[in-house]
């Protein structure tokens, strides 16, 4: 039986990390299925709500002002609009709706309150809804959670050692802080990484410590491959392969037994098989729709498919990990 801890050193991490693939494989499986069904996995969606024009300076955001990147900047969508694509995409079977503001923070006015009622209509369908608008703090986050939001998206991006290689513009302690501040609220906490941004494999292991550490895990960690977008400092580096998304997903089921471990960008790139292996590794959720924010995504149609081919289950909203018996499923 997996023990949940939060005392984890590196030493122990980098131990696991560094183990063979196959090995670390098999050991992430056999946690997976102690507190997940490994036939099941969630379709979220993820929609831009405002897109563009955002003052931070992350090497990797297509979003940035500070870079010529073509993506077009629009302001906060009509509430019409946002409950219609929410509808749409519990339609095609996901069970959670994340909404992303390119906001550096969240500043109370107009929009925020207009948020506030996209949360409390989306909750109402019920489906999870999560949202990532940026820093925030402990009042702004109870608002959201009074709205009926379930989870908040504020990913740690990479290590605190290479953090400020890849962003200057605000703090690691910043973003530790706003994760502080909705588990104040109670609000379910997502909260990973990208992959790919130059870093090592010493940088990613003390991501996954710094992650594995909090006194709460976060509920969801999202593991990102990143897809470089032309015009961005990061638009040259090479895209990592399918085995070291691999690694960092079983390392993180390893590490966080609970935590739903999200497959999220750069799923274009992978095949069933490599999508499958994700899976088997401790993934249990993927992004649906043809484009995550602003980068591209499979299509609907293929990832149905894939769960045709893979005799995979969409995941209900609201569920929480619990050891699992597969003798004992339906």
């Known amino acids: 039986m997996a ?71 629009h302001k906060l969508m009509p509430k019409d609009e946002v409950i219609q694509a929410a509808q749409n995409a519990r339609s095609n079977g996901s069970t959670r709706f994340c909404m992303g503001s390119a906001w550096r923070n969240i500043r109370d006015n107009r929009d925020f309150d207009r948020v506030l009622e996209m949360v409390s209509e989306v909750n109402e369908m019920g489906m999870e809804v999560c949202c990532t608008l940026g820093m925030l703090t402990e009042e702004q986050a109870q608002k959201l959670k009074d709205a009926g939001l379930y989870a908040y998206n504020h990913n740690l991006d990479t290590s605190r050692e290479h953090y400020d290689k890849v962003i200057t513009t605000r703090t690691y302690d910043d973003r530790l802080e706003t994760i502080e501040n909705v588990q104040k609220a109670k609000i379910s906490v997502c909260s990973g990484g990208i992959i790919g941004l130059g870093e090592t494999n010493e940088d990613r292991i003390s991501m996954l410590h710094t992650l594995s550490t909090l006194q709460t895990h976060p509920e969801s960690v999202p593991v990102n491959a990143l897809v470089p977008i032309d015009g961005t400092p990061l638009s040259g580096n090479k895209r990592v392969s399918t085995w070291e998304m691999i690694r960092m997903i079983a390392t993180a089921r390893i590490l966080m037994p609970k935590s739903m471990v999200r497959l999220s960008a750069g799923r274009t790139e992978m095949s069933f098989e490599d999508q499958a292996l994700c899976f088997m590794a401790g993934a249990s959720s993927i992004f649906a729709g043809d484009e995550l924010l602003t980068t591209p995504n499979p299509e609907e149609d293929r990832d149905k498919e894939m769960f045709q081919v893979l005799n995979l289950k969409p995941r209900a909203s609201f569920k929480e990990a619990k050891h699992f018996d597969l003798n004992m499923a339906e």
Request: glycine share 2%; proline share 3%; aromatic share 8%.
């Open 3 to 73: 023990e949940i801890r939060h005392n984890w050193t590196r030493e122990e991490i980098a131990e696991i990390f560094n183990m063979p693939i196959m090995e670390l494989i098999y050991r992430a499986a056999t946690v997976h299925r102690e507190f997940h069904d490994p036939n099941e996995v969630q379709v979220c969606t993820l929609l831009s709500i405002k897109t563009g024009g955002c003052s931070e300076d992350c090497s990797y955001c297509s979003q940035s002002a500070r870079y010529n990147t073509d993506v077009n900047v």
